[in-house]
């Protein structure tokens, strides 16, 4: 097998660890029995998971933005953690775009995210959607998935609404929101475009698994959707939700980005990262987001 076929087949097995077994002991199993012994799985693992170690692309005591952590209520008895940024310079009103984190949680990388978008000239504001189960777990990622795996769906939902229509409020933005969602919360961002109704101004799914198709008349806001070329896995419903949102009239934009892995705008993941089609997809990005939020 070349170091390329190799790859390919280790990513495979890597995604089905962390969207759909769970299962570290039988993941690194395979993987030990792919790769050839301990070590070179190892090697191999570091190449193609995230490294929450890695430096930021803007440093979080960076002077250009300003940045806090929150917490607001979604409900009578359910409150959010989060965190935001936007620019240092800024005065008055600002549009707001939510982030919405992998299946990782609230880690550095999003807030790495969360400051880029504020330098776009946004206020930014990453929720922590595992804050009812006591926050993302620091240095645990495996945990921050089972502990995502475990959510009630339904409220995870009503949280996201209740902190679009939070920030929506005249006292804290110019009243236009978007979100922008990444893998789990690039599922999400297509969810509350379904939920929020006319509440949501912009959304933008990085490889989320779509909703399914008959939701699709109820999106009321536009959707930018990016798709991996090689992820098979997210690719296989797109399409017809694709289709059903064109159906039903909503403004949809879809990119796929051929020969590209899931999660290929994460930077903290060497094997998967992939710098054109990033910058590309974060270009697309900004300019939607401005098109439909300022």
Not at 33 to 39: C, H, N, S
Not at 74 to 100: C, D, F, Q
Request: glycine share 8%; proline share 6%.
């Amino acid at each position: 097998m070349d170091e390329n076929g190799l790859r390919r087949r280790a990513i495979a097995l890597y995604d089905h660890f962390t969207h759909e077994s769970r299962d570290r002991r039988a993941f690194m199993a395979s993987l030990t029995r792919l790769a050839g012994g301990v070590a070179a799985a190892e090697a191999l693992l570091a190449t193609i998971a995230a490294n929450p170690a890695a430096a930021a692309m803007i440093a979080a005591d960076d002077p250009r933005i300003r940045s806090i952590e929150l917490n607001w209520p979604t409900s009578a008895t359910r409150k959010m953690k989060g965190y935001s940024a936007r620019p240092a310079t800024a005065r008055g009103k600002l549009p707001v775009v939510i982030v919405l984190h992998e299946n990782r949680g609230l880690n550095e990388h999003i807030r790495d995210v969360t400051r880029r978008v504020a330098l776009e000239g946004f206020t930014a504001v990453a929720p922590d959607f595992l804050s009812a189960a006591g926050g993302t777990p620091a240095g645990d990622e495996d945990l921050a998935r089972d502990m995502i795996a475990r959510l009630d769906l339904r409220a995870t939902i009503a949280d996201g609404v209740a902190t679009i229509r939070l920030f929506q409020q005249p006292q804290r933005s110019t009243g236009r929101v978007g979100v922008v969602g990444f893998c789990w919360g690039g599922g999400l961002a297509d969810q509350l475009a379904v939920a929020a109704g006319d509440h949501l101004a912009a959304a933008v799914s990085y490889y989320g698994p779509p909703p399914p198709p008959a939701q699709a008349a109820k999106v009321k806001a536009p959707l930018l959707l990016h798709y991996a070329g090689l992820d098979q896995r997210i690719n296989a419903g797109a399409g017809p939700w694709v289709a059903a949102l064109k159906a039903a009239r909503v403004p949809v934009t879809a990119y796929e980005y051929p020969g590209v892995d899931h999660a290929f705008n994460n930077d903290t993941a060497v094997g998967r990262y992939n710098e054109a089609a990033a910058r590309l997809a974060w270009q697309r990005t900004v300019a939607f987001l401005k098109q439909y939020l300022t």
